[in-house]
């Protein structure tokens, strides 16, 4: 086999095995609880990047009264079921407290059915992750 031969066949194995879906959503989703320090204190986005296999489809946000923290908390979930399903898998974003408003999202979740569009992506990507959970 050749130089390029090799190569080609180098570039085929990494593109299939990228390409992989994944079986497993909670294995797949607590793989990323597991490696959760390289997020904390990260913004959003970063995780985002990483999730390569499956991205969120669904998100609904814990919005509140306080202004300190009014958005403690977001579930997504990796299904197009409705939001609040059981036996799905829930992979729950704690954000650290700031001000920005929340009336962005709130708008977003009503008008989008809580799909997570570009411009739930857009709002959330600069948040700070506090801390991650996920479960079933």
Do not use: C
């Amino acid at each position: 086999m050749n130089i390029f031969g090799v190569t080609f066949f180098l570039f085929l194995n990494t593109v299939l095995n990228a390409q992989k879906p994944v079986s497993d959503t909670l294995a797949y989703a607590k793989k990323f609880e597991t490696n959760k320090q390289k997020y904390i204190g990260k913004p959003f986005s970063l995780l985002l990047k990483d999730m390569t296999q499956l991205q969120f489809k669904k998100a609904k946000s814990d919005i509140k009264e306080d202004q300190e923290n009014a958005l403690p908390s977001t579930i997504f979930r990796f299904s197009d079921k409705e939001v609040n399903s059981s036996n799905e898998v829930s992979f729950v974003i704690k954000w650290k407290a700031d001000t920005a408003p929340v009336t962005p999202i709130e708008f977003f979740e009503q008008e989008h059915n809580y799909r997570f569009t570009l411009n739930e992506r857009n709002f959330f990507e600069k948040k700070i992750i506090k801390d991650i959970a996920v479960y079933k």
